[in-house]
C-alpha cells in the first residue's frame, strides 16, 4: 500500500507579522498557490503570505491535522521558537523545495 505524505507548514509575509498554519499532501502545489494567490479572497492572498518559512513531514494524514491543530492553538511565541529552531534566518524554504532552471 502506497502512504502519500502529509505536510503541515507555516506562511508568512516578508515583516513576519502574520502567520498561517496550514496542512497538504502536495507542499510545493499548496505553496505555489500561496505565493500566487491562487484564492483571491483567501487569508494568505489578503495578508501577502507568501514565504514558506517552516514544515514537518507526516506519513499519517491524522497525525498531520492533529499536529495542524495543536500548532494553531499554541501561543505565537512557541510558534517562532519552532520555526527559528529549523529556519534560523527564517528563510523562504519553498526556494529549496523547486528545482531551480
Not at 507579522?17 to 496542512?23: C, D, E, K, M, R
Not at 505555489?32 to 494567490?37: G, I, S, V, Y
Not at 491562487?38 to 487569508?43: A, L
Request: hydrophobic share 40%; glycine share 0%.
Amino acid at each position: 500500500m502506497y502512504m502519500k505524505s502529509m505536510y503541515v507548514y507555516i506562511m508568512t509575509n516578508v515583516v513576519h507579522t502574520v502567520l498561517y498554519i496550514g496542512v497538504t499532501n502536495d507542499l510545493i502545489r499548496r505553496v505555489w498557490e500561496h505565493k500566487n494567490n491562487f484564492i483571491s479572497n483567501s487569508f494568505t492572498a489578503t495578508y501577502h503570505l507568501h514565504k514558506l518559512v517552516y514544515f514537518a513531514v507526516f506519513e499519517d494524514s491524522n497525525a498531520a491535522i492533529a499536529y495542524e491543530k495543536y500548532l494553531k492553538k499554541c501561543y505565537r511565541k512557541t510558534k517562532e521558537k519552532l520555526i527559528t529552531e529549523q529556519n534560523p534566518k527564517w528563510r523562504d524554504l519553498y526556494e529549496d523545495l523547486v528545482p531551480t532552471k
